[in-house]
């Protein structure tokens, strides 16, 4: 079996403040994807890749960069954080119809 | 409007009874998860289903795709089945694109 780690698991920033989360996977699945959490919203995805160095915006990309340099791993950029923002980033990967998530980085901005 | 509806919301069970999820979606799909999520925890796929009927151990799923509609059936319900279920629709042909409801919150006391 494989695992999908995200680092940090929690992270606390300040306003305006450029925060970057980053997923590994070693499934070796070609298809990696970030999704937000926010309570009452359900999740939305942000940003995947197919491959790597593909990249691929989702319905919530604004506010966001990513980066795939490796096929292992996907990072996300939270290119400037809002006050009082609270959310979880999921990151999962797949090969062929079904998602692996991790446990996901918890974020909070002061 | 949310494309992936979700009943009920929330449920209580006492331990051994069945719970029915449903989930209602407003758009073709062509392919459709149920995932579980525990208290603080990832996500992890139950079942991939997306049409007929589909079981594994006590979970039993039924995805009526022409009348765009899926229900989850848990049998003899335990302590450890509460969390959050969320079903998800991919309407862009099998990209893992997922489109997430709000998910049923299951309680079962012993």
């Known amino acids: 079996g494989g695992i999908i780690t995200q680092t940090p698991k929690f992270l606390i920033g300040q306003e305006g403040q450029k925060l970057t989360l980053k997923c590994q996977q070693n499934f070796n699945h070609d298809t990696m994807y970030w999704y937000r959490q926010d309570s009452g919203k359900g999740l939305r995805l942000i940003y995947y890749?197919?491959?790597?160095?593909?990249?691929q915006k989702g319905d919530l990309s604004e506010g966001y960069d990513a980066s795939r340099e490796k096929k292992s791993s996907f990072s996300l950029t939270v290119t400037s954080a809002q006050k009082n923002e609270m959310a979880v980033f999921l990151c999962?990967?797949?090969?062929?119809?079904?998602?692996?998530f991790g446990a996901g980085t918890r974020l909070s901005v002061l | 409007g949310q494309q992936v509806q979700q009943s009920p919301a929330s449920l209580v069970l006492q331990e051994g009874e069945n719970a029915e999820l449903q989930c209602n979606f407003s758009?073709?799909?062509?392919?459709l998860q149920w995932f579980y999520q525990s208290p603080g925890g990832s996500l992890v796929s139950l079942l991939s289903n997306p049409s007929g009927t589909k079981h594994t151990g006590r979970l039993t799923s039924t995805t009526v795709t022409k009348e765009r509609r899926s229900s989850l059936h848990i049998s003899s319900s335990q302590t450890t089945d509460s969390g959050t279920y969320l079903c998800?629709?991919?309407?862009?042909?099998?990209?893992?694109?997922?489109?997430f409801g709000l998910g049923t919150t299951l309680q079962v006391q012993p």
């Open positions: 998800a629709i991919d309407i862009t042909g099998n990209t893992g694109k997922l489109i």
């Open positions: 890749s197919i491959t790597e160095n593909d990249l």
């Open positions: 999962a990967s797949s090969r062929g119809n079904t998602l692996y």
């Open positions: 758009s073709t799909a062509t392919q």
